[in-house]
């Protein structure tokens, strides 16, 4: 069964400040999203990494994909109040399951 | 193009009763996804559809089941409702591509309450 854990699960950091949200999976996959949702809203996508060492950017956020470490990333730098919302990272498994998310991490930047 | 749709937006049943939502997808995608949203257990998949078939299932008991028609809409059901199921429903859409590989689309959701 693919597992998805982000951390941190909650963060509130300054503006002006940098960060990194990680997301770790438990099985192979190579096709790893990154979606935004804002309280009372339906997610954004972000990011699509679909192979070892994608790296995607937009703005003041920029994903990387290590298929190696099942792991990704999503750096946040020069933290603005606009970006305070809760991150997912989800999967593909590429059988039966779907898209497989994360808990989310929900992100305040605080003047 | 027109994003995903979903009807109703907001929903309130009692226990027991039954519930049909409404999904429209992006114009040709053919593939719908269904999501369930709460605080405790997060986004959990309930199940796609692609060309009217169900193609892939999350583990959710039998009294959630969907279908899709030959436009590509789709509908989930929940018979029996339980308080449990109280729950932001999420539908997605999505259409294959090396670029995006399997990225979907969210629509609004539709908001459940059961009393």
């Keep these: 069964e693919l597992?998805?854990?982000?951390?941190?699960?909650?963060?509130s950091m300054q503006e002006g400040k940098n960060y990194t949200i990680y997301c770790n999976y438990s099985t192979t996959?190579?096709?790893l999203y990154w979606y935004r949702q804002d309280p009372g809203k339906s997610l954004e996508s972000l990011f699509v990494l679909l192979s070892n060492?994608?790296?995607?950017?937009?703005g003041r956020l920029m994903a990387s994909l290590d298929t190696k470490a099942r792991l990704s990333t999503l750096h946040i730098t020069a933290a603005v109040h606009d970006l305070s919302a809760t991150y997912f990272c989800a999967v593909s498994g590429g059988g039966a399951d779907g898209l497989t998310f994360g808990k989310g991490t929900h992100l305040i930047i605080q003047p | 193009k027109a994003g995903v749709t979903q009807t109703p937006r907001y929903l309130i049943k009692t226990r027991g009763q039954?519930?049909?939502?409404s999904c429209s997808p992006i114009s040709g995608h053919r593939s719908v996804s269904w999501?369930?949203?709460t605080p405790g257990q997060g986004l959990q998949f309930l199940f796609e559809y692609f060309s009217e078939t169900q193609r892939n299932k999350g583990n959710f008991p039998g009294r959630f089941s969907g279908r899709q028609f030959s436009n590509s809409r789709s509908?989930?059901?929940v018979s029996t409702l339980e308080l449990g199921d109280s729950a932001l429903y999420l539908c997605a859409s999505s259409f294959f591509s090396p670029d995006r590989g399997d990225e979907q689309y969210f629509g609004p959701g539709t908001r459940l309450t059961v009393t």
């Excluded at chain 1, 060492?53 to 937009?58: L, N, R, S, T, Y």
């Excluded at chain 2, 039954?18 to 939502?21: A, D, M, R, S």
């Design chain 1, 3 to 11: 597992k998805v854990e982000q951390n941190p699960l909650f963060l």
């Design chain 1, 29 to 31: 996959s190579d096709r």
């Design chain 1, 53 to 58: 060492g994608a790296v995607k950017q937009e």
């Design chain 2, 18 to 21: 039954q519930v049909t939502l």
């Design chain 2, 35 to 37: 999501y369930q949203q």
């Design chain 2, 75 to 77: 509908e989930m059901n």
